[in-house]
């Protein structure tokens, strides 16, 4: 009987790690379905890379500007709820681009997905944060960032082959089907961990208020906020690589296919293994030293793909995946254990912070590819991940 009743919870925990997997996988495809479009959105609308890369902005900007409701929202209405109502609405925004009239229609239905996205990648690690201590959370957060990696490279290698086979569009009604899917294993497969007083009472007006005010204090902690300077900087760098590879893959020298483009994030697969491995040797290490050598990594994998050959190229690509996805492992573990209240409200601004990185790194290298082209991305992104670093090591000085 006691053998029963240790290994129910046991299964439980084992069901919900899976199921937030499952959707962290599906939400992130969803995000970076058009990556690796761009140059066929470009060619259909007759639009430069830059305007192009709205497509992918849209999201990422408003992923910055919702993330920080969706702690608070947790907070006091339940994770679970606020998990699987976003995931279904964001399968219905995802079908829904499939039949985007024009370019514009699609940036707008773009930006609601990435207002829906949060409700998952802002909700994960404090729900994971309830499942284990600090000393499981390592493990489980690095858990979930391989989701989410693994989404990411669905999402961009998938969307390719299937634009390249059908259309562009065929590959939204195909992630609109695997994310309503994982909303029904998110239902399955999570129990709301607590009904919060504030609900059963009817004051949810106040507590919101107050889950926010008590997120937004956090930004005066200098140690959580070198922790979101470091994310917003690392992805900064790491998209805008990710977003204007297509354009120099499918132009001379190299003139590949879109499908073939697509393959090249299957470099992605190195991240899906990195964040685990690095998520366990945060137990052993200190996190300082870990995110500071998955900095120097992914600036190394940069700078390879400078050089003018696709196998350099491809080697950078995993070698960058290597260095992102081991900080991206630590820092918001990081965030999650020196937060001592209102981990949910640390955990979305974290959240907003890294959004807020990926608006300006899916933009701004657009420029430096217009005006210099891929020296000018590497200039832009270099340059942003060696400002996080910088600020991770002189605010985040102490370990936890």
Request: hydrophobic fraction near 55%; glycine fraction near 12%.
């Amino acid at each position: 009987m006691r053998l029963a009743a240790r290994s129910a919870p046991r299964a439980a925990e084992r069901s919900a790690i899976v199921a937030v997997a499952v959707a962290a996988v599906a939400a992130f495809a969803d995000a970076y379905i058009t990556q690796p479009l761009l140059p066929m959105l470009g060619h259909e609308y007759r639009i430069s890379p830059a305007v192009a890369g709205a497509s992918v902005s849209a999201v990422v900007f408003a992923m910055a500007l919702s993330s920080s409701a969706y702690g608070p929202l947790g907070e006091f209405l339940g994770r679970k709820r606020v998990m699987v109502v976003g995931c279904v609405l964001l399968a219905l925004a995802t079908f829904a681009c499939a039949f985007a009239p024009d370019f514009r229609a699609l940036v707008a239905l773009r930006a609601i997905q990435g207002a829906l996205i949060p409700a998952i990648s802002a909700v994960a690690v404090a729900y994971l944060g309830e499942l284990g201590g600090k000393r499981d959370l390592g493990s489980l957060v690095g858990i979930y960032i391989g989701a989410t990696v693994t989404g990411g490279f669905f999402g961009r290698v998938g969307s390719g082959i299937i634009a390249d086979a059908l259309s562009w569009r065929a590959s939204f009604v195909a992630y609109a089907g695997f994310t309503l899917v994982a909303a029904i294993v998110l239902a399955l497969g999570l129990r709301e961990r607590r009904v919060p007083r504030e609900v059963r009472e009817g004051s949810v007006g106040h507590a919101f208020a107050g889950a926010y005010g008590a997120m937004f204090r956090h930004i005066g902690n200098p140690k959580l906020l070198g922790a979101f300077l470091a994310g917003a900087t690392l992805f900064f760098g790491f998209i805008g690589i990710f977003t204007y590879l297509p354009y120099l893959l499918t132009a001379p020298p190299y003139s590949l296919s879109t499908g073939a483009v697509a393959w090249f994030y299957a470099s992605y697969v190195a991240g899906i293994f990195t964040a685990p491995i690095a998520g366990r040797l945060s137990t052993r290490m200190s996190r300082q030293t870990l995110v500071a050598i998955g900095f120097c990594i992914a600036l190394v994998g940069l700078a390879l793909t400078a050089l003018e050959s696709l196998v350099a190229i491809v080697i950078g690509t995993v070698v960058l995946c290597i260095g992102m996805f081991a900080a991206q492992a630590i820092v918001p573990t990081y965030v999650n254990v020196t937060a001592r209240v209102a981990k949910g409200g640390a955990s979305a601004l974290y959240q907003a912070f890294y959004y807020v990185g990926a608006v300006f790194g899916s933009t701004l290298p657009g420029l430096g590819w217009e005006w210099f082209g891929w020296p000018g991305v590497l200039a832009t992104c270099g340059a942003s991940m060696v400002l996080g670093l910088v600020a991770f090591a002189v605010f985040c000085r102490d370990d936890v």
